[in-house]
């Protein structure tokens, strides 16, 4: 498997890998279990990826503890939305998340303690109260089973999908001006103007497939995406250079670690929601 993967080019790998991927997050969105479950992984993997980074820096972030808060954050807000439960349970997080300075407590061997407690935080609000919101997104027209749009977040991942690869090609062939040099030598203006065009044509074009939402918030959102998502992958390129690495990990061939696959999505998701829950008619 290594020996195959070592003949093909970075272009095929990326092609391979974004295929079985899409086809498996689109196989299990159209189920709001199977959702919850790919998610739910989805999540956990990234968050995890996300301490293991911290620590090769020489933090000691609480990665399992963290981990768990994130998980049972994301949970519980599926469930709140899937069952119409009170929004009050939303006050064990609070509680949960105490229990991250008790730990730290008795940790004699971390000589900054106060740090850590704060990366392992960030761990939490970086990745997994997006991956929350999701949860929101996805039930916006109400609680409960018949209320699950797939529509939202199936028709959110083709436009992020969009928006990388309009960036890729136009990048490669038209790319010229600097985008952010500081934090990412290869991105260019030409690159994201050319993902934001076909994330909105594929936004539009949707909105006759996806029709829980009209096509100008099709539109929006395509707009949100193609810049928060930007954003997005900025931001994670700076966390990348903050500890001077290339990628976040190897588990995604072509595309790096999860961080790296899904560092648009972070980002995205707040303003999504937002959009939606704030213009609810």
């Known amino acids: 498997m290594n020996e195959l993967l070592a003949k093909m080019t970075e272009l095929q790998k990326r092609v391979i890998a974004a295929s079985l991927g899409a086809l498996l997050i689109v196989g299990c969105t159209l189920n709001p279990w199977t959702y919850f479950a790919i998610y739910f992984g989805i999540c956990c993997l990234t968050q995890l990826e996300f301490y293991k980074l911290l620590g090769l820096d020489g933090n000691l972030p609480l990665r399992i503890f963290g981990t768990i808060n994130g998980l049972f954050i994301f949970s519980l807000s599926f469930f709140i939305e899937m069952f119409d439960l009170p929004t009050k349970y939303y006050f064990f997080c609070a509680v949960s998340l105490t229990g991250i300075y008790f ?42 089973a018949a209320n699950y749009s797939w529509h939202v977040i199936l028709g959110t991942m083709f436009i992020l999908w969009a928006t990388d690869t309009g ?115």
């Open 103 to 144: 730990i730290k407590l008795y940790v004699k061997k971390d000589l900054k303690p106060f740090a850590n407690i704060a990366f392992t935080f960030l761990g939490i609000i970086y990745v997994a109260l997006p991956f929350s919101l999701l949860n929101i997104s996805v039930f916006f027209k109400g609680s409960g």
């Open 167 to 281: 960036a890729y090609f136009s990048g490669k062939a038209f790319g010229r001006r600097k985008l952010f040099l500081r934090i990412s030598p290869k991105k260019t203006w030409e690159g994201s103007i050319g993902g934001g065009l076909f994330a909105l044509c594929i936004g539009v074009g949707f909105s006759y497939l996806f029709t829980d939402l009209p096509m100008w918030k099709w539109a929006c959102i395509s707009v949100i995406v193609a810049i928060a998502g930007t954003y997005g992958d900025l931001v994670e390129s700076l966390f990348k250079r903050s500890i001077n690495i290339k990628d976040s990990g190897g588990s995604i061939p072509g595309h790096g670690g999860f961080l790296d696959r899904f560092d648009s999505l972070l980002l995205s998701a707040p303003f999504i929601t937002a959009f939606l829950k704030l213009l609810e008619v």
